[in-house]
């Protein structure tokens, strides 16, 4: 019988060392913050260096962008030091491997996102986030998609974003089986303020799913 891998949680949209520290000792692999402007969880350079210097090791930080200037890019890249970019945008796979930093590339799924396109341009992304939003939109929407569209054998690991809380994210890694999942707005009390508890019942709810 073949083993079941466990899947990974990134817990995303951090903005506090507080959040960051609980999520670390929930076990949590991940966590993302925002880097773009536009963004109501924008964590900002120096919070997001705050946050890398407190997280334990084997706990990653994905900085997020989204069509944001090179620049600010690298600056934010030297600054921070995380350990996975993440392209929300119309960001070309030129665009992001010029940082040096492995990246994620996130596909909008509300209109019918095409993950298989968007492995074939980006041959270089370690692995691949099928969020709920349309194309334009930010991540951290609270939208579902039919996650049916996640199941299919991709050649790298899928993160499954969009919507997803302690209630349904069973559901979603029985019928998607992907690498990891992605949230967001399913753990906060407010944008980018995480609660506590929504946090343990969502790390609970992927560990019985992974059982």
């Known amino acids: 019988m073949k083993s079941r891998l466990r899947v990974r949680i990134k817990f995303c949209g951090m903005t506090r060392v507080e959040d960051a520290l609980a999520a670390a000792a929930l076990g949590v692999d991940a966590i993302g913050v925002v880097l773009t402007e536009r963004s109501k969880r924008f964590a900002g350079i120096a919070r997001a260096r705050a946050l890398r210097a407190a997280l334990p090791p084997f706990v990653d930080l994905v900085a997020l962008f989204m069509d944001d200037q090179p620049g600010f890019i690298a600056e934010a890249v030297a600054k921070v030091q995380p350990d996975l970019l993440q392209f929300h945008g119309s960001e070309t796979a030129r665009d992001c491997v010029r940082y040096g930093v492995p990246y994620l590339r996130a596909v909008a799924m509300a209109e019918g996102g095409d993950p298989v ?42 993160l499954l974003a969009g919507g997803l809380t302690a209630r349904n994210v069973g559901a979603a890694i029985r019928v998607a089986r992907p690498f990891a999942v992605d949230v967001s707005s399913g753990i906060e009390s407010a944008p980018g303020i995480k609660d506590m508890r929504k946090m343990r019942s969502f790390v609970s709810a992927v560990r019985k799913a992974s059982e």
Do not use: N
Not at 117 to 146: C, I, N, P, W, Y
């Open 117 to 158: 396109a968007a492995m074939r341009a980006h041959r270089q992304a370690r692995g691949f986030v099928l969020d709920g939003h349309a194309a334009g939109e930010q991540g951290g929407s609270g939208k579902t998609f039919d996650w049916s569209m996640a199941a299919r054998a991709f050649d790298r690991p899928v």
